[in-house]
């Protein structure tokens, strides 16, 4: 199936409506922590809600994000060479929304946001905070994959983080609590 996929794509062939369609209904079934991934480039701040973003290795600490390269972060991300990864917490679904729509004059207004020493904003009171130098990027169509190598991570003493599947925001799995309940459309 690999090889497949592999010889329609050498051969300059669309993906296709059918398999498109399959594909977006199976990553849907994929639940992923919510993140706004934020930078400062020129005396401006960006930032985007991101699911695309995984470790990559402990040694030396590493992750990885995926960023459309038609958003407005993704230029400034690769220029400033800093960002942070901003793991939202359960009741920051708002937020998450903020970020996540277009034509919003100053998303930073909503949220508790502050700079680092390096000054990259954060959320001051997000789940986590990983902060990151751009170590490499790689170009995929669409997209570019930058890896982070990080240099400082914050994070609550709870567990409770913001999740997306399925078109919506969940809850993660608190201490205590054994059950996923959607929130808000």
């Not at 690999?2 to 296709?16: D, V």
């Not at 729509?101 to 680092?116: C, M």
Request: charged share 20%; net charge negative; glycine share 8%.
């Amino acid at each position: 199936m690999r090889l497949e996929g592999e010889l329609r794509r050498k051969a300059g062939c669309p993906m296709g409506d059918a398999l498109e369609g399959d594909f977006r209904k199976a990553m849907r079934t994929l639940a992923s922590p919510v993140s706004i991934v934020s930078t400062a480039h020129d005396n401006c701040r960006f930032g985007m809600t991101a699911t695309a973003v995984c470790s990559l290795s402990m040694q030396p600490p590493t992750l990885l994000v995926c960023v459309n390269q038609s958003t407005s972060l993704h230029h400034p991300l690769l220029s400033a060479g800093r960002f942070c990864i901003n793991i939202l917490h359960a009741d920051q679904d708002e937020l998450a929304r903020t970020f996540g729509r277009k034509g919003i004059e100053d998303r930073f207004a909503s949220g508790n946001w502050t700079l680092d020493d390096r000054g990259v904003p954060f959320i001051a009171d997000a789940q986590a905070n990983v902060f990151c130098t751009v170590d490499e990027s790689y170009g995929h169509r669409t997209h570019s994959i930058v890896v982070g190598a990080v240099y400082r991570a914050t994070m609550r003493d709870a567990v409770h983080p913001l999740l997306y599947q399925d078109g919506r925001y969940t809850v993660g799995l608190a201490e205590g609590v054994d059950w996923v309940i959607p929130i808000g459309h």
